[in-house]
């Protein structure tokens, strides 16, 4: 039977490039009809008075744990100098309670005048307290003296590096590896009730937004403690990557994990490079402003041990899904996938550098990209690439060469916002609007697609939208295929249910419709 109609929508379900008249006729959360124009049935009926509906946003590469705690620590994003950097650590510093390490995120040196990044000196405000500021793209840290006094600075880390300054004492920035084994592991985890709290509020920003579908990476003690409980309840569909990576791989216990609709495990995950902010994503050539260096190899190919990592991946049924930014790592990690079993859905993540070598390598790779990367990245493209910043994220040559592009965001290092994704996809504009390689545009029906259908596959979910499917959908404030700048997201509604915004003047009389 029957119980919603969802009627006078202008509905894009991926098979036409534009909306068209339609209604959606629902039952018990699934869509068992869409019809050409309004129907006449005496159950509920909302009228969305003309407004675009889409698929649910699908995010097919996020951190959702992260992302909830990043959302209670200091936020450096906003930082433009020395000045307003440390009037933010004082003003955090003397609101915790004594005991309370200072964890702050966000700072991009890359935005300021100096153009240069921080040092301890810059933390000294804080006075003796723990102080740990993670830079914009996570993969670089900045730490004080009480905690580089926690920190043994003589193990050897390959695959990372730890700041020195002209006379070999520590600046306290600390690069991939040195960050994630030196630093990760003395901060204090957040108390349990906090994570809890910080997942949730995590999906409900999600649901804001319009995400009603995500991959998530995340570690295999989060996803037992913090998503498997939930796991026939979460407002989201979560589709996991588990983050933990060494050899040889722990992946025997999801066999038995009570995985449903709603929450399943379908990838690991390992690091061939860092980012371009950095300047620790591996090139095939130096970068223009730091001619010394090309970047790093790190973890498993680092170690050479990428091949064994994959194998064993994909032995496990499972996806292997590689960060790769620069162009050296991208081509490493497109000629591994071609080792692949045919029923694997290897992705690779980011693909920020791409030149000739690796589009030629992409035919029919699923590639998992972050417009909204290319967005912010723009303004040190020329800076750090020189001629080469013309291949940062080439959508339209990816989509020539036959790759299957699929978006998300890679929050909480960028805005989880979906219309900020589409708009840099779309336009071809930096994060301020202005030009940049416009020429690498795609078009707003390929975006949407590439958001919504290929993102919810590399998920391992049914395409969205479909009669006999959930009925996920998003109702929009003007039409993003018209002009997404002046369009955002209204209603979400998962499983028929609206779960975030609101109807088009909230519309919910249960009448009887002519036709």
């Given at each position: 039977?029957?119980?919603?109609?969802?009627?006078?929508?202008?509905?894009?379900?991926?098979?036409?490039?534009?909306?068209?008249?339609?209604?959606?006729?629902?039952?018990?959360g699934?869509?068992?009809?869409?019809a050409?124009?309004?129907?006449?049935?005496?159950?509920?009926?909302?009228?969305?008075?003309?407004?675009?509906?889409?698929?649910?946003?699908?995010?097919?590469?996020?951190?959702?744990?992260?992302?909830?705690?990043?959302?209670?620590?200091?936020?450096?994003?906003?930082?433009?100098?020395?000045?307003?950097?440390?009037?933010?650590?004082?003003?955090?510093?003397?609101?915790l309670?004594?005991?309370?390490?200072?964890?702050?995120?966000?700072?991009?040196?890359?935005?300021?005048?100096?153009?240069?990044?921080?040092?301890?000196?810059?933390?000294?405000?804080?006075?003796?307290?723990?102080?740990?500021?993670?830079?914009?793209?996570?993969?670089?840290?900045?730490?004080?003296?009480?905690?580089?006094?926690?920190?043994?600075?003589?193990?050897?880390?390959?695959?990372?590096?730890?700041?020195?300054?002209?006379?070999?004492?520590?600046?306290?920035?600390?690069?991939?590896?040195?960050?994630?084994?030196?630093?990760?592991?003395?901060?204090?985890?957040?108390?349990?009730?906090?994570?809890?709290?910080?997942?949730?509020?995590?999906?409900?920003?999600?649901?804001?937004?319009?995400?009603?579908?995500?991959?998530?990476?995340?570690?295999?003690?989060?996803?037992?403690?913090?998503?498997?409980p939930?796991?026939g309840?979460?407002?989201?569909?979560?589709?996991?990557?588990?983050?933990?990576?060494?050899?040889?791989?722990?992946?025997g216990?999801?066999?038995?994990?009570?995985?449903?609709?709603?929450?399943?495990?379908?990838g690991?995950?390992?690091?061939?490079?860092?980012?371009?902010?950095?300047?620790?994503?591996r090139?095939?050539?130096?970068y223009?402003?730091?001619?010394?260096?090309?970047?790093?190899w790190?973890?498993?190919?680092?170690?050479?041990?990428?091949?064994?990592?994959?194998?064993?991946?994909?032995?496990?049924g499972?996806?292997?899904?590689?960060?790769?930014?620069?162009?050296?790592?991208?081509?490493?990690?497109?000629?591994?996938?071609?080792?692949?079993?045919i029923d694997i859905?290897?992705?690779?993540?980011?693909?920020q550098?791409?030149?000739?070598?690796?589009?030629?390598?992409?035919?029919?790779?699923?590639?998992?990209?972050?417009?909204?990367h290319r967005?912010?990245?723009?303004?040190?493209?020329?800076?750090?690439?020189?001629?080469?910043?013309?291949?940062?994220?080439?959508?339209?040559?990816?989509?020539a060469?036959?790759?299957?592009?699929?978006?998300?965001?890679?929050?909480?290092?960028?805005?989880?916002?979906?219309?900020a994704?589409?708009?840099?996809?779309?336009?071809?504009?930096?994060d301020?609007?202005?030009?940049?390689?416009?020429?690498?545009a795609?078009?707003?029906s390929?975006?949407?697609?590439?958001?919504?259908?290929?993102?919810?596959e590399?998920?391992?979910?049914?395409?969205?939208?479909?009669?006999?499917?959930?009925?996920?959908?998003?109702?929009?404030?003007?039409?993003?295929?018209?002009?997404?700048?002046?369009?955002?997201?209204?209603?979400?509604?998962?499983?028929?249910?609206?779960?975030?915004?609101?109807?088009?003047?909230?519309?919910?009389?249960?009448?009887?419709?002519?036709?």
């Amino acid at each position: 039977m029957v119980d919603l109609v969802i009627q006078n929508a202008r509905l894009w379900d991926g098979t036409d490039p534009l909306p068209r008249a339609a209604s959606l006729i629902l039952r018990q959360g699934r869509v068992v009809e869409i019809a050409a124009a309004d129907v006449a049935l005496d159950v509920q009926t909302i009228d969305v008075r003309g407004s675009v509906v889409t698929p649910g946003l699908v995010d097919a590469h996020l951190h959702l744990m992260l992302g909830g705690e990043t959302m209670r620590h200091v936020d450096l994003s906003q930082v433009t100098d020395r000045e307003s950097f440390e009037a933010k650590i004082e003003q955090a510093a003397a609101s915790l309670p004594s005991d309370r390490w200072l964890v702050a995120s966000g700072w991009n040196e890359t935005l300021w005048s100096c153009n240069e990044p921080p040092d301890r000196s810059w933390l000294a405000v804080a006075g003796s307290r723990p102080v740990v500021c993670w830079r914009c793209d996570w993969h670089a840290v900045l730490v004080n003296d009480a905690v580089l006094e926690r920190v043994d600075l003589s193990q050897d880390i390959t695959g990372g590096h730890v700041g020195r300054d002209a006379s070999g004492n520590p600046t306290g920035l600390l690069a991939e590896a040195a960050a994630w084994e030196l630093v990760n592991p003395m901060v204090p985890p957040m108390p349990e009730a906090d994570r809890m709290q910080s997942r949730d509020r995590a999906m409900q920003h999600l649901l804001a937004h319009g995400i009603t579908m995500a991959r998530t990476m995340e570690y295999r003690a989060d996803i037992e403690q913090f998503l498997s409980p939930l796991a026939g309840e979460l407002p989201v569909r979560l589709s996991v990557v588990q983050l933990d990576r060494e050899l040889p791989l722990d992946t025997g216990w999801h066999a038995n994990m009570p995985w449903t609709d709603r929450l399943r495990l379908t990838g690991c995950k390992a690091f061939f490079d860092g980012t371009l902010g950095s300047r620790t994503a591996r090139l095939h050539t130096p970068y223009a402003d730091a001619p010394h260096t090309r970047g790093l190899w790190v973890e498993r190919a680092n170690e050479r041990l990428d091949g064994a990592w994959c194998q064993q991946v994909c032995e496990a049924g499972l996806a292997p899904v590689v960060h790769a930014i620069g162009d050296a790592a991208v081509l490493r990690a497109l000629e591994l996938f071609r080792t692949c079993p045919i029923d694997i859905r290897p992705t690779l993540e980011h693909a920020q550098l791409v030149g000739p070598s690796e589009l030629a390598a992409m035919g029919g790779m699923r590639l998992s990209v972050q417009p909204a990367h290319r967005a912010a990245d723009a303004h040190m493209a020329n800076a750090r690439l020189g001629e080469r910043a013309c291949r940062l994220l080439p959508l339209r040559d990816m989509q020539a060469a036959g790759a299957r592009l699929s978006f998300g965001t890679d929050w909480p290092i960028v805005s989880v916002d979906p219309v900020a994704t589409l708009r840099a996809a779309i336009t071809g504009e930096d994060d301020c609007g202005q030009p940049f390689y416009s020429d690498q545009a795609i078009s707003p029906s390929a975006a949407m697609y590439a958001h919504t259908y290929e993102a919810a596959e590399v998920c391992g979910f049914d395409p969205p939208l479909r009669v006999g499917a959930d009925a996920d959908f998003v109702v929009w404030s003007g039409d993003p295929f018209d002009n997404i700048h002046a369009a955002s997201v209204q209603a979400t509604v998962v499983a028929g249910t609206l779960l975030a915004g609101e109807w088009p003047q909230e519309d919910r009389s249960k009448r009887s419709i002519s036709a």
